[in-house]
């Protein structure tokens, strides 16, 4: 059983001591040449990717808001019924707030709470 070892299947390294001399040696072999500059990954590199596609991202992610013509339709619906904002809250158990931000056209698009109002000042 043959225990020698091949000597060119290993790459040659320097340790160097000295902090000031390491930095010249490794500029000097930098600029001859030598140095082969090697990347490695790892979760910080990832997360600074991450980061930098987010940053140049130009997709607007903006949410749509309610049109002023559907709160104008549920504030229609709501005064032939004769309720008040802070009634129809309470009857569909929803703060009066959220009822004012969707007729005045400030609220966020949710079409599961105006579909839900719509209806139920419908079947009235």
Request: net charge positive; glycine share 4%; charged share 35%.
């Amino acid at each position: 059983m043959d225990h020698s070892i091949d000597e060119s299947l290993w790459d040659a390294v320097t340790v160097l001591k000295n902090k000031r001399k390491a930095t010249t040696s490794l500029n000097t072999e930098k600029r001859n040449g030598n140095v082969e500059a090697v990347i490695k990954g790892g979760a910080g590199l990832e997360k600074k990717q991450q980061m930098y596609k987010l940053d140049n991202d130009t997709e607007s992610l903006k949410q749509e808001k309610v049109t002023l013509s559907i709160g104008k339709q549920l504030s229609k619906l709501r005064n032939e019924k004769k309720l008040s904002q802070k009634e129809l809250a309470k009857q569909l158990n929803i703060k009066a707030i959220d009822i004012n931000t969707i007729e005045s056209g400030k609220s966020l698009n949710n079409k599961q709470l105006i579909s839900r109002i719509r209806k139920h000042l419908q079947k009235k």
